[in-house]
């Protein structure tokens, strides 16, 4: 292991829980939310593996320096005081960025300048010239001064990872590749059970659970600018590369299908799965209230249209009450809606069994979750067993019952399957319970927690007793 970074992932408002349990599913240290970001540690090759895998991330940042600064010579001299030629070489390209949030020093623009000056005027001096060229690989300074603390980082994935690479084309209202991947991981998603988004539109949700059915990393064949840094060695990135190829089973079993009524939004979603290498997803052009299904126990996923405006109130009205029709005649398939309307749940005809607030863009959206038509209680709650990661034992139960667990998005008014779900809720705490006592007991002592041999996720409270 090489020299260990301070890092940081961002991810969109009200997903940094879902971050922070991905990198701790894939084994970072020291992961910690903090003011909607998530902390943790790594080496050069964890910054790539970092980028590389996280697939509701938007950016990963190397944390360089933290200081109190209330004005602009405080700032600059925090700044040139930074080893900058640590990092950026004599000929590198750097830009600065940032955000002031109730500060003394509330100018972007201003501090921008400063910093960009502080740190030529170390490179110059440390480099022994008059000017930089800035005509060599990409460093971007991000800068943070929060309650007149200043927070010097640095940007490593370039582009934002929500680009995957294979959306080229457009369509109305699509889905963030990272939101899309969120949703799929909240519902507990891990490629065993049929998914089906019956308004697909460009594809989003359908390829990424591809990615995830098949274990292929999100940022499999795009590149991220610190892979050109020379802090992370060209042999680095190639292994943490070959590592996640040899991790990919594009022949793994899945049944997901995505349908839109839409002939358009289908062309485009089987030109991105091309792209994605996602052939294998079955996208066919058809209206919801035509979808029949005949696998058992699957998952709908999908944002349909959300009728911001006015005149197509009445049309989506009709449509949630007919997707409901749609999705009561599918046995045991749970139901995962995004949507930006306040009333989904009086015109879908049911309280959804948890609720999370997302932001979808700048719309905020709820996140509705049924767990419905499953056949017990421990099914609704769908500890299913964990995916090895890694050769580690992985208990990945969705977070939509940790949510519910957590009870903090309150379940209210009636329900037609009541019992049901307060055997999950009660069974889920439980399981919670379980699985935090492991995960404190295995930070405390370093050890793996217990598994069952059966299934390699955490064993309950109840199991070893
Ligand atoms: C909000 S967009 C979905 C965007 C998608 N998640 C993406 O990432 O591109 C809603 C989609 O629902 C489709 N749609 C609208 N009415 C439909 C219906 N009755 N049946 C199936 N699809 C429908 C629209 O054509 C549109 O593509």
Same mark, same amino acid.
């Given at each position: ?17 879902? +971050? ?34 996280? #697939? ?14 209330? +004005? ?33 020093? =509330? ?45 010097? =980082? ?137 979808? #029949? ?29 007919? =997707?409901? &029709? ?30 999370? &607030?997302?932001?979808?863009? =700048? ?39 940790? +949510?519910?667990? #957590? ?17 999950? +809720? ?40």
């Amino acid at each position: 292991m090489g020299q260990t970074y301070q890092l940081t992932a961002t991810a969109a408002f009200g997903l940094e829980g879902v +971050t922070a349990r991905e990198l701790r599913t894939l084994g970072f240290a020291d992961v910690k939310t903090e003011n909607n970001r998530v902390a943790f540690t790594g080496d050069a090759a964890e910054i790539v593996r970092a980028n590389l895998w996280l #697939r509701t991330a938007e950016r990963v940042y190397v944390v360089l320096k933290r200081y109190p600064a209330r +004005t602009f010579t405080e700032l600059f001299d925090g700044a040139a005081a930074y080893p900058w030629e640590e990092w950026i070489g004599r000929d590198s390209a750097f830009i600065v960025n940032g955000k002031c949030v109730r500060s003394k020093l =509330m100018s972007v623009r201003d501090c921008q300048s400063i910093l960009k000056k502080a740190i030529a005027d170390r490179l110059c001096r440390k480099y022994g010239v008059k000017w930089l060229p800035e005509t060599a690989e990409r460093y971007s300074v991000v800068f943070s001064v929060t309650d007149d603390e200043v927070t010097l =980082m640095l940007d490593s994935s370039g582009e934002g990872l929500h680009k995957r690479g294979y959306r080229t084309l457009n369509v109305d209202a699509p889905l963030r590749e990272t939101t899309a991947a969120a949703l799929l991981l909240l519902a507990g998603y891990d490629g065993v059970r049929p998914l089906i988004d019956p308004f697909c539109g460009s594809g989003t949700i359908p390829i990424e659970a591809y990615f995830i059915a098949t274990d292929r990393a999100p940022g499999l064949t795009r590149d991220f600018d610190c892979t050109a840094w020379k802090q992370v060695p060209e042999q680095v990135t190639e292994q943490v590369r070959e590592q996640a190829r040899n991790r990919y089973r594009p022949d793994a079993s899945f049944s997901i299908s995505g349908y839109d009524v839409d002939p358009q939004a289908i062309a485009v979603s089987l030109r991105h799965a091309r792209a994605a290498g996602a052939e294998r997803i079955r996208f066919r052009q058809g209206d919801v209230r035509d979808l #029949r299904v005949s696998e058992k126990n699957g998952l709908f996923l999908c944002n349909p249209p959300y009728g911001e405006r006015l005149e197509e109130r009445a049309e989506v009205e009709k449509l949630y009450a007919d =997707m409901k &029709k749609v999705f009561d005649r599918a046995e045991g398939w749970r139901r995962y809606v995004l949507t930006s309307d306040k009333n989904f749940e009086r015109i879908f005809g049911r309280k959804a069994d948890a609720r999370r &607030k997302l932001y979808n863009g =700048m719309i905020e959206c709820c996140f509705y979750q049924y767990f419905v038509n499953a056949p017990s209680g421990k099914e609704n709650g769908g500890v299913q067993s964990g995916k090895e990661e890694n050769g580690k034992s992985d208990s990945k139960q969705p977070l939509t019952g940790e +949510t519910a667990a #957590r009870g903090k998005e309150k379940q209210s008014g009636k329900s037609l399957v009541a019992a049901p779900r307060e055997r999950f +809720t009660r069974y889920h705490r439980t399981y919670r319970r379980g699985i935090m006592g492991c995960r404190e007991r295995q930070r405390e002592t370093g050890t793996k927690p217990e598994s069952t041999a059966a299934t390699g996720r955490p064993v309950t409270p109840r199991e070893r007793a």
